[in-house]
């Protein structure tokens, strides 16, 4: 499966679809899906749409394109039900999904932000208050700040 996604979203980003030939709306039919691997940071996660079976992957935790463009996730989908011991079929099956993250061009940001300043009252027009300091988190393109 392949999905894309625009760095800071959040939502559905892709729906698996599995091939169940239980009777529907049975523990036997219902599946259950679960990622096993490629989200460190749960970044992702994976519900059961109770209508049709399918797999709806999300993104809760926004995804940075500097950081990681490329994520690659194992989903295991297994039924509610345990299978019968003696059946030959395994009792799940795996899935690849890569989602792409789509870069979109940031504000710059302030450090620290907020920044705390004292100054005695009174102070001349013109007096020195603070040093302001700005980056812009778009780090693989060249941009100025003014």
Do not use: C
């Amino acid at each position: 499966f392949e999905a894309r996604v625009h760095e800071g979203s959040r939502g559905v980003v892709v729906n698996l679809t599995v091939d169940d030939r239980d009777d529907p709306a049975t523990g036997a039919w219902r599946a259950m899906y679960s990622i096993i691997s490629g989200d460190p940071t749960q970044r992702f996660e994976i519900q059961t749409n109770p209508d049709n079976n399918e797999g709806m992957l999300s993104v809760v935790k926004p995804l940075d394109y500097e950081t990681t463009a490329l994520h690659t996730l194992l989903i295991r989908v297994e039924n509610e039900d345990p299978l019968v011991p003696e059946v030959g079929y395994g009792p799940s099956s795996t899935a690849t999904v890569h989602v792409t993250v789509e870069d979109i061009n940031e504000g710059p940001v302030f450090f620290p932000d907020p920044l705390i300043v004292t100054r005695m009252e009174n102070i001349p027009v013109g007096s020195f208050v603070a040093s302001l300091n700005a980056t812009d988190p778009d780090i693989l393109e060249i941009q100025s700040i003014r």
